[in-house]
């Protein structure tokens, strides 16, 4: 059953909180916040830009303290190494203080001009408002062909309804993003998290434009690892599949077993040697393998999560002047 709505009002009018990850943006960052500055002063209402550097290694960081000199509206956070963009993100948003969060790319290819249209959606009584992709521009034939089936697969053996073609980009109430702030752990697969929390919410399609500047940071092994995370995050599937097949290879040689015996006791017929032999050892020595690289998949989740680490560190925090009513977690990254 659908969850009944509460509507917030035609007229209201909350403070927003954009959040955006950056690793080596030091060409877009400048237009970034041009574009971002430009919708929030169109909506009329308190907001901050929480930039949220993840290790850069060029002058992303500057950057982003020179935005902060001239723009009170902006936060910095400062991570003190690279952990990677879902860490970043979840950084972010433990540092956000707007009634709502809106989580972007800092590549513009998520176009905040929508950012108006989510709002109605909150307005409307939506926790969540999630953008979906209908056209992925700037991106070869392959990376979107795998992207298309990437998003089916998760969606059909995962637990939790994952939508298909839908990124981060999406706006947030704020009870939402303290449910997602409250799941800390390490291996972390956001766009499952992001659905995982639950609560009403509903899609915007749009059409995702190419990057504004500069080169992408995800080649296709990075792309690659990143499928296996989120498959792994949140299905069993692939040690259920393992079974199964183990099992079906097991009765299969069983029945082999049986017909080659037959074979050589009542019609004297030789059991093929050498060939046959190798070809089965490979074969099952394979399925061994890859098996145990499955349940080593997930085992080596456990060895991360269990030692507590925190999430990130911070290496400074320069806040906005946006006032927030809510309280922060004392021990950052906890």
């Given amino acids: 059953m659908k969850a009944a709505l509460t509507p917030r009002g035609a007229a209201a009018m ?5 959040v955006a990850p950056a690793y080596n943006e030091q060409e877009v960052l400048g237009e970034f916040h041009r574009r971002v500055t430009e919708v929030m002063i169109g909506i009329g209402c308190a907001y901050e830009i929480v930039l949220v550097n993840d290790g850069s290694r060029d002058t992303t960081l500057q950057l982003m303290h020179a935005l902060r000199e ?11 190494r690279n952990f990677g963009k879902e860490i970043a993100l979840s950084a972010g948003l433990d540092y956000t203080k707007g009634d709502v969060v809106v989580v972007l790319d800092s590549d513009l290819q998520d176009p905040p ?39 089916r697969i998760i969606k059909q053996v995962s637990r939790v309804d994952i939508p298909k073609d839908t990124g981060d980009f999406r706006l947030m109430s704020r009870r939402a993003v303290e449910a997602l702030s409250g799941l800390r752990e390490e291996h972390r697969f956001m766009k499952g998290l992001f659905a995982w929390i639950g609560f009403p919410s509903r899609p915007l399609p749009y059409r995702r434009d190419p990057r504004a500047a500069g080169e992408t940071k995800w080649n296709y092994w990075k792309l690659w690892n990143f499928a296996i995370e989120g498959i792994t995050s949140f299905t069993v599937a692939p040690l259920k599949v393992s079974t199964y097949a183990g099992l079906a290879i097991a009765a299969f040689a069983l029945l082999y077993a049986v017909v080659v015996i037959s074979k050589a006791l009542l019609f004297s017929d030789p059991v093929r040697g050498y060939p046959s032999l190798m070809a089965v050892i490979l ?6 393998l890859i098996s145990v690289g499955l ?40």
Wanted: glycine residues 10%; hydrophobic residues 35%.
């Fill in 70 to 80: 001239r723009d009170p509206h902006v936060t910095v956070v400062d991570l003190s």
């Fill in 283 to 288: 074969f099952l020595g394979g399925v061994q």
């Fill in 295 to 334: 349940l080593g998949e997930y085992v080596g989740r456990i060895f991360n999560e269990v030692k507590r680490r925190p999430l990130y560190l911070i290496n400074r925090l320069v806040p906005s002047e946006l006032d927030g009513s809510f309280s922060k977690r004392e021990e950052p990254g906890a």
């Fill in 14 to 18: 909350p403070s927003i909180s954009v």
């Fill in 113 to 151: 001009e929508l950012i108006p249209a989510m709002l109605e959606g909150w307005r409307e009584g939506y926790d969540v408002i999630y953008g979906t992709r209908t056209v992925r521009d700037g991106e070869t034939w392959f990376k979107k062909l795998t992207a298309k089936y990437f998003y």
